[in-house]
């Protein structure tokens, strides 16, 4: 009776060694990826557990499925916002930004760039502009009607920039396929945020991750036209107002 060699797999495929020089690029299916991508951790200790290279990539795109906006998902990325460099990108969001808000993060307002575009081709073309030339070192992008081929656009274009990009979609749309490499789902849980992985270059998330809402309380002021019970963010005097740009400045 034969045994299996040192290098066999339990399900008897051979595990192969590859060289040195390109293993740190190759990703097995089961295995958390560990290629050498730039990174901004997420700031949430049990989330970077879940995220390959334990924090948001910078290669590629980022998929928030939303059941609502301000059930949690800016004051999850608040502690990235805070670490990444150059001016941040608020692309088509659903309201106005509250620039008080913004202040009492820690966050400069002359960083956040607000652009709203009244045509479809018109976003696409503003989100690829972003990602290319380099100008933001983030971009929150949220629209939810996004053809596949569109989609697949900006993630290759992600692909090709070091911008942190974050697209935020409806959570309808978990059973569609999409291209992108990271997905997660966030939907309001007892007390607190909870994190579905839909997908990751990694073994299956089977547990969902739950933040609680002593950490997350109070993201609903971000956005000016929210109606919520959230507290109401103070207004301070004089306060700066966000830039405005045109989809042909960007």
Known sequence: ?????????????PSLSLPSDIAHSVWRAGQMAAAGVSVTPSGWPALDKELPNQ??????????????TGIGEMRLLQPALRRVAGR???????????VST??????????????????HADL???AEQILRNGSCGALLLWQGALRNEALRRLQLAAQASDVVCWLLRPLSLADVP?????????????QGLQID??????????????????????????????????????????????????????
């Open 55 to 68: 924090g948001w990539p910078h290669r590629g795109l980022t998929e928030l499925l939303i059941r609502q």
């Open 102 to 119: 913004w202040i009492d993060w820690g966050l400069a307002p002359e960083r956040l760039l607000w652009i709203r575009t009244q045509r």
């Open 88 to 98: 941040i990108a608020l692309l088509q969001p659903p309201h106005a930004p509250q």
């Open 178 to 190: 999409s291209p992108v490499s990271l997905r997660l789902a966030l939907q309001p849980k007892g």
């Open 1 to 13: 009776m034969s045994t299996l060699p040192p290098t066999a797999s339990a399900c008897g495929m």
């Open 197 to 250: 992985v839909l997908k990751r270059r990694g073994p299956p998330c089977a547990t969902p991750l739950l933040l609680p809402w002593s950490l997350l309380h109070g993201d609903r002021s971000f956005f000016t036209d929210e109606l919520s019970h959230a507290l109401l963010d103070r207004r301070l005097p004089a306060t700066p107002t966000a830039s405005i740009a045109a989809p042909a400045l960007v």
């Open 124 to 126: 696409l073309w503003s």
